[in-house]
């Protein structure tokens, strides 16, 4: 094998190894550890439990499709919105009691109007609070649905517990970073067979000649 060649194999495996990086450090967790969907109409008590994938913090929140408009909708969450908005009617009236015990050990209690903080995109929802976890430690979360609102029960909520979103743009960055790394040295393993590949050619080619003029 040319040292070409032997060259190409080695990047070309480098770039495999850091391909495979990229995909499984990624895809070796689940972002999104629980979800369960709540009627907001009625009076109820949900029950989530996960087991903490890492030492992080996981995020708890209510998520829901996009049904009114985006500030109404924010405010029917109690979401904060731009002082030049005014909600009129369309006023935080759900209110959620939530508790987070790790075992017997309660870690966190509080109510959904606690919290103003929220996100949007293809869903709009609202974050009820972060907390810290410790890898391969079970959790409950229990919510109880204390003032309903049956106007958002057309924008199917549910409950989320997630790893946090920090937490979660970091290994994108660092998956996404490995998995172009890949692309590049494929690109350089490519490149570098084929350049040896010419030059073989060419010092075969050049060979004959020079044995035909002799």
């Given at each position: 094998m040319s040292l070409a060649a032997k060259m190409s194999a080695i990047v070309f495996l480098l770039a495999l190894f850091s391909f495979l990086y990229g995909y499984i450090s990624y895809e070796k967790y689940d972002w999104v550890a629980a979800e369960k969907p709540i009627n907001v109409a009625v009076h109820g008590e949900y029950r989530i439990s996960f087991r903490s994938q890492m030492d992080a913090k996981y995020e708890l929140?209510?998520?829901?499709?996009?049904?009114?408009?985006?500030?109404?909708?924010k405010c029917l969450l109690g979401i904060k919105i731009s002082d030049t908005f005014r909600c009129g009617d369309?006023?935080?009236?759900?209110?959620l009691q939530w508790s987070i015990s790790e075992g017997s050990n309660e870690i966190a209690v509080g109510r959904s109007?606690?919290?103003?903080?929220?996100?949007?995109?293809?869903?709009?929802?609202?974050?009820?609070?972060n907390f810290q976890t410790e890898k391969g430690?079970?959790?409950?979360?229990?919510?109880q649905v204390v003032n309903t609102d049956p106007s958002l029960a057309v924008t199917n909520?549910?409950?989320?517990?997630?790893?946090?979103?920090?937490?979660?743009?970091?290994?994108?960055?660092?998956s996404s970073l490995a998995i172009y790394l890949s692309y590049i040295l494929a690109s350089i393993a490519a490149l570098t067979w084929l350049v040896g590949f010419v030059y073989r050619r060419w010092i075969q080619k050049h060979n004959k000649q020079r044995q035909a003029d002799a």
């Open positions: 929140k209510l998520e829901t499709q996009r049904a009114f408009e985006l500030n109404e909708q369309k006023i935080e009236r759900l209110i109007n606690d919290s103003a903080f929220g996100f949007w995109g293809p869903t709009i929802g609202k974050s009820l609070y430690k079970d959790y409950e979360i229990k919510v909520p549910s409950l989320k517990i997630s790893i946090g979103r920090s937490v979660h743009k970091d290994a994108v960055v660092v």
